[in-house]
């Protein structure tokens, strides 16, 4: 099996800054792309930012200029740079990865628990 684990999230200050980490781990496998999504209580999951293998990168209009989606390829990991946070931005935050398992030659589409994050005074 293949697993995603984040990291980073918690209680922060608006204004304030974090660092949102994803690992993928297990099977031999190769990743097309990976991303962010985030689900605030009561609404719908949405689309953070996002990062092909080619390292084209996409960002929802409420986030760019603040936030930053970067790899480390050697390590399977997909980071998120959150700065000059808002209230707004509280949510459980979700890392996304579509990947092709080498072993099967099939392509499937896997999430992460989700991680914390907390804006508020």
């Known amino acids: 099996q293949v697993q995603l684990v984040e990291s980073g999230g918690r209680l922060v200050q608006p204004g304030g800054s974090l660092r949102l980490s994803c690992a993928a781990s297990?099977?031999?496998?190769?990743?097309?792309?990976m991303g962010w999504y985030r689900q605030a209580p009561g609404k719908q999951r949405e689309l953070v930012a996002a990062i092909t293998s080619s390292g084209s990168t996409n960002y929802a209009d409420s986030v760019k200029g603040r936030f930053t989606i970067s790899r480390d390829n050697a390590k399977n990991t997909v980071y998120l740079q959150m700065n000059s946070l808002k209230p707004e931005d509280t949510a459980v935050y979700y890392c996304?990865?579509?990947?092709?398992?080498?072993?099967?030659?099939?392509?499937?589409?896997?999430w992460g628990q989700g991680t914390q994050v907390t804006v508020s005074s």
């Open positions: 996304n990865a579509y990947l092709r398992q080498i072993a099967t030659m099939t392509w499937h589409d896997y």
């Open positions: 297990g099977s031999i496998f190769s990743i097309n792309a």
